[in-house]
């Protein structure tokens, strides 16, 4: 069984930052596209970032573009998500999700995406 644990988030002022880590146990990390979603009160659940199998390309919603940084570490079985220059819009439970993909998917639709986190609570203050 595939297990996504999230952590990092916190509470943090506007231009803060705060990096989260998803560790995946049960499956083969270096097989899985790994993306980051996350949901704000009463929106829907949104793209955030993605990267591939081996960390070479990666793919970002406008909104965090420049703003956040997806990387992994196939070693340690962990995807991060690096948020700089944060701003209140960014407040959101932040969920980590794994896809049985082809080597290079990097895509924004949630559905492909089969193995997915609690999520973590990201809460930026103005």
């Known amino acids: 069984q595939v297990r996504l644990v999230e952590s990092g988030g916190g509470l943090v002022q506007a231009g803060g930052s705060l990096r989260l880590s998803c560790a995946v146990s049960?499956?083969?990390?270096?097989?899985?596209?790994m993306g980051w979603f996350r949901q704000a009160p009463g929106k829907d659940r949104e793209f955030v970032s993605a990267?591939?199998?081996?960390?070479?390309?990666?793919n970002y919603a406008d909104s965090v573009k420049g703003r956040f940084t997806i990387s992994r570490d196939n070693a340690k079985n962990t995807v991060y998500l690096q948020m700089n220059s944060l701003e209140p819009e960014d407040t959101a439970v932040y969920y980590c999700?794994?896809?049985?993909?082809?080597?290079?998917?990097?895509?924004?639709?949630?559905?492909?995406?089969?193995?997915w986190g609690q999520g973590t609570q990201a809460t930026v203050s103005s």
């Open positions: 999700a794994a896809a049985r993909s082809s080597p290079g998917y990097i895509g924004a639709n949630s559905g492909v995406y089969e193995y």
């Open positions: 049960g499956g083969t990390f270096s097989t899985y596209a």
């Open positions: 990267i591939t199998w081996s960390g070479g390309s990666t």
